[in-house]
């Protein structure tokens, strides 16, 4: 059985600063991408930052410049350090995994039950 749990949300004003952090246990053999996703009040789930176990990054255009990703492949830890942050930035953040669970298995996609970014004008 594999877990996420999230820690590092909360209320920050605009302009301030925030870590989330995702810790992956479980039966693991390998993890592949692990990334963040937020949904906001009324709008659909998007993606915000992945990043592959050779650390090779994607970020959301509208988070460019302000958050940073980043992973510790032997901990199977996520983080994401968002600076800059807007009141649009509001949301529930979701940190993902898609990992094996063993050498034959297929990669499958898990998911935190996320953690919620409230940015105050």
């Known amino acids: ?3 996420l749990v999230e820690s590092g949300g909360g209320l920050v004003q605009a302009g301030g600063s ?3 952090s995702c810790a992956v246990s479980g ?13 906001a009040p009324g709008k659909e789930r998007e993606l915000v ?38 009141p ?3 949301a529930v ?8 669970v063993t050498r034959w298995s297929f990669d499958i996609d898990y998911w935190g039950e996320g953690t919620l970014v409230t940015v105050s004008s």
């Open 1 to 3: 059985q594999v877990q």
């Open 18 to 20: 925030l870590r989330l």
């Open 27 to 39: 039966s693991i053999f390998n993890i592949k991408s692990m990334g963040w996703y937020r949904q």
């Open 49 to 86: 930052a992945t990043i592959t176990s050779g650390s090779s990054t994607n970020y959301a255009d509208s988070v460019k410049g302000r958050f940073t990703i980043s992973r510790d492949n032997a901990k199977n830890t996520v983080s994401l350090q968002m600076n800059s942050l807007k």
């Open 88 to 90: 649009e930035d509001t």
């Open 93 to 100: 953040y979701y940190c993902n995994t898609n990992l094996r």
